[in-house]
């Protein structure tokens, strides 16, 4: 599976970069990241602060991460509009109770301001507004709900012209910190 996944986003950047033209504003741009710490483990974090002070004792506690995919279409040079989607995870041993395991889907309208730019560099914000398809298997009894879901980033920088690495601060379902790679075509 993660080998059909690298190649799948290998292709797609591969495609993107024969795609580009000398053209030098290029309007989209379409990016792979990682970012750790959604807001979806806090509130795991918290859950779990509360039953543990009811006796409840939770181990093996273990979170993926979050692993987005973005697009973003550029109105002008410096603003864009687009979306994003993402996928976290966590699983749980619960003492005395069973395994636990929860997936977070997420998809977002997403809109990008960027504010300074250099030769090689680019300053940005980002906010991004939508939902989250939240599944919980807790020892066998599953449950789903759909809830809100954010994300501000008060600043990025990307490195590199047409293809490019990120990274940005910021707090969200997509994490504290993010890095990835971005197509600009």
Partial sequence: MIKKTTLCIAVLFSVVFALSAQNDFKRHEVSIGYGIVPTSDWVDAYSSMWLGMG???????????????TYNYRLTQVFGIGGVFSYSNRHKDWVGLGKQKMNYYTIMPRAKAEWLHGNIFTLYSAVALGVSRYSDNFCGEKD?????????????IEVGNNIAGFAELGVGQLGVGQVGVRCRF
Wanted: hydrophobic share 35%.
């Fill in 55 to 69: 006796g409840i004792k939770s181990n093996n506690d273990s979170s993926f991460g979050t692993l987005s995919l």
């Fill in 144 to 156: 789903s709900k759909i809830c809100f879901a954010w994300q501000v980033s008060p600043i990025g």
